[in-house]
């Protein structure tokens, strides 16, 4: 029997009009197809290869520092080759870090090394994406456009970690690492359908207001460590609990169902309203659910938690990502993507410092545990995103 999707091409939410989105679409929704079969369990898979949690830390520790430093690298190959270039330059990159991972066990590749090959991936594609999509997007349906990017990576991605954890269970994390590898190349493909958007040839970093970037940076500071923490500390925790590849896949497949219909109804209303209000309500909701996650001890803790949690991020994520780009339209382009880009690093690196540096006193479980509670903290400086100017002008045309 032939299952059609044309109810869903006939939906006004899900019809997509402009083509440079639907690349953008495709290919982020198949990337985190691919890397959410994986990467949620490599702290757990470099755990039972037997790194301790102070090797662990040090691992994300030295990738958010090596990514802060290749920050103005990417920035300059932006510039000079175009955001679709980057991102492409990131793929074999990325690839060369799972056949590191994958081949840790045979070859005792220093981590570090891992690390620092990932970090360079990471830079590239991030500045790259970031600058494609502002290019691509429209301002005045911008929460609509990311809610939508971020339901169809959420359909697609819903089932992902669940079938990487039953491939890790039952074939290996070699298997799945091979499968991502391979999916994240053809996930490149629907970018290269139009050119490149224009870039200008120049880095200029006075057209940056500074003075007006202060809460903003903090805000999206707190966003990178909800972002890590959610994709490496919660997880790891999870694993403690529930002891199996499959049931920490499980909980996130379905914390990300719920995600879904938190989101449609987010984006339908968001551009329509004050995103900044769904910014405050959602980031203060998560900032009190992911700290209680600290205190969490058995299965029905983990899937209760896990689904407010992911109700109350689906509330403030796409409208914090909407302030985000028109903040970017505000200044110059490219160097508002560094800067955001860099003081999120910074942030990671901070958070890692501090569980490195506890990870000589405290258990695996307590380390986890303190990193959910900084995560917790952390998400209410999210809510200092303050809104943009275009949204200040057309609110004082509207009264």
């Known amino acids: 029997m032939k299952v059609s999707l044309d109810f869903l091409h006939k939906h006004q939410f899900f019809r997509m009009k402009h083509t440079e989105l639907n690349e953008i679409f495709w290919s982020m929704c198949l990337r985190s197809f691919f890397l959410s079969l994986t990467v949620i369990f490599i702290p757990i898979y470099l755990y039972k290869l037997g790194y301790s949690a102070n090797n662990i830390m040090f691992f994300y520790l030295i990738l958010y520092i090596s990514e802060s430093l290749f920050e103005y690298i990417a920035l300059n190959l932006l510039v000079k080759f ?24 045979l070859y005792q590749w220093s981590l570090w090394i891992i690390a620092v090959v990932g970090a360079s991936s990471m830079s590239l594609f991030w500045q790259g994406y970031h600058f494609d999509f502002s290019k691509a997007k429209h301002s005045h349906e911008v929460a609509e456009e990311i809610s939508k990017l971020y339901i169809f990576a959420s359909l697609l991605g819903a089932a992902a970690p669940f079938i990487g954890g039953l491939v890790a269970s039952y074939l290996g994390m070699n298997i799945l690492y091979i499968i991502t590898v391979m999916g994240l190349i053809v996930s490149a493909m629907p970018l290269f359908e139009t050119g490149e958007p224009y870039v200008r040839g120049n880095i200029d970093f006075s057209r940056i207001n500074f003075k007006k970037l202060t809460r903003q940076l903090i805000s999206y500071g707190g966003y990178g460590v909800e972002n890590v923490a959610s994709i490496v500390i919660w997880p790891f925790f999870i694993f403690l609990i529930l ?40 980031s203060i909701m998560a900032g009190i659910t992911h700290t209680a996650k600290a205190l969490a001890s058995s299965g029905f803790h983990i899937v209760f938690l896990n689904i407010i949690t992911s109700v109350a991020h689906s509330m403030f994520v796409s409208t914090w990502i909407a302030e985000y780009y028109l903040h970017a339209d505000e200044d110059g382009l490219t160097e508002y993507i560094f800067i955001m ?3 999120t690093d910074i942030a990671r690196v901070l958070f890692f410092a501090i569980l490195y540096f506890l990870s000589f006193f405290l258990e695996l479980k307590q380390l986890l545990a303190v990193g959910l509670v900084i995560c917790g903290l952390s998400i209410f400086f999210i809510a200092l995103m303050p809104p943009a100017s275009i949204e200040i002008i057309g609110k004082s045309k509207s009264a």
């Open 243 to 282: 002891e199996s590849y499959k049931n920490v896949g499980f909980v996130t497949s379905l914390s990300l169902v719920v995600a879904v219909v938190a989101l449609y109804y987010v984006g339908k209303k968001a551009d329509h309203e004050e995103k900044i209000r769904y910014i405050k309500s959602g």
């Open 341 to 343: 880009e860099l003081s």
């Open 82 to 105: 175009g955001p679709k270039h980057n991102i492409l330059f990131s793929l074999p990159v990325l690839v060369l870090y799972f056949i590191l991972l994958l081949s840790l066990p």
